[in-house]
T-cell receptor, first 113, second 112 residues
Framework: DVKVTQSSRYLVKRTGEKVFLECVQD?????MFWYRQDPGLGLRLIYF???????EKGDIPEGYSVSREKKERFSLILESASTNQTSMYLC????????????FGSGTRLTVV | LAKTTQPISMDSYEGQEVNITCSHN???????ITWYQQFPSQGPRFIIQ???TKVTNEVASLFIPADRKSSTLSLPRVSLSDTAVYYC?????????????FGQGTTLQVKP
């Protein structure tokens, strides 16, 4: 089975801090994604990457950046954390064998105080 | 990307069959229909996927009519542990980006 590992389950950071959320997958998949999930808003796509050093903005990229230096690792960066970035962050990769679909990590619940 | 519409919430009792219907009028020829389940504080988990007709696995069944403009996830004899949010996704996973749109999902509450 594909494994997607997010480095932290819970994080508490201060306003203005630079925050790194790490995601690692073990199946050599090209496509990786970062979502945030908030009550009443569902999952919203922040950024995705379809290859090393390639990135594309999703629906809500403002305040975020990403890094993909190696195929297995996709990092989400909050340049200067703000309280409105308190959320659950989910990383995913895409399985290309049937059944096609996402495999998600367990999520990182980030609180910015 | 095909937009999906599903009920915001549903209630059921233990032992009942639950059917959640998703509308996707703009589904494209290459799109698959995939359902995910999400428990609180966890990432969504794949349940079932289909292209047309009926698909069944050990967890659920998926019914897709000939026009493919809707689909129904069927959970037989639900238990309290099936309380979760269920998402219907429509898209072409095999495309270059595999980018899908998650709607708000259906919150299923199973009562004793």
């Amino acid at each position: 089975d594909v494994k997607v590992t997010q480095s932290s389950r819970y994080l508490v950071k201060r306003t203005g801090e630079k925050v790194f959320l790490e995601c690692v997958q073990d199946m050599d998949h090209e496509n990786m994604f970062w979502y945030r999930q908030d009550p009443g808003l569902g999952l919203r796509l922040i950024y995705f990457s379809y290859d090393v050093k390639m990135k594309e903005k999703g629906d809500i990229p403002e305040g975020y950046s990403v890094s993909r230096e190696k195929k297995e690792r996709f990092s989400l960066i909050l340049e200067s954390a703000s309280t409105n970035q308190t959320s659950m962050y989910l990383c995913a990769t895409v399985v290309r064998d049937r059944p096609y679909g996402y495999t998600f990590g367990s999520g990182t619940r980030l609180t910015v105080v | 990307l095909a937009k999906t519409t599903q009920p915001i919430s549903m209630d059921s009792y233990e032992g009942q069959e639950v059917n959640i219907t998703c509308s996707h009028n703009n589904i494209a020829t290459n799109d698959y229909i995939t359902w995910y389940q999400q428990f609180p504080s966890q990432g969504p988990r794949f349940i079932i996927q289909g292209y047309k007709t009926k698909v069944t696995n050990e967890v659920a069944s998926l019914f897709i009519p000939a026009d493919r403009k809707s689909s129904t996830l069927s959970l037989p004899r639900v238990s309290l542990s099936d309380t979760a949010v269920y998402y219907c996704l429509v898209g072409d996973i095999a495309s270059n980006t595999g980018k899908l749109i998650f709607g708000q999902g259906t919150t299923l509450q199973v009562k004793p």
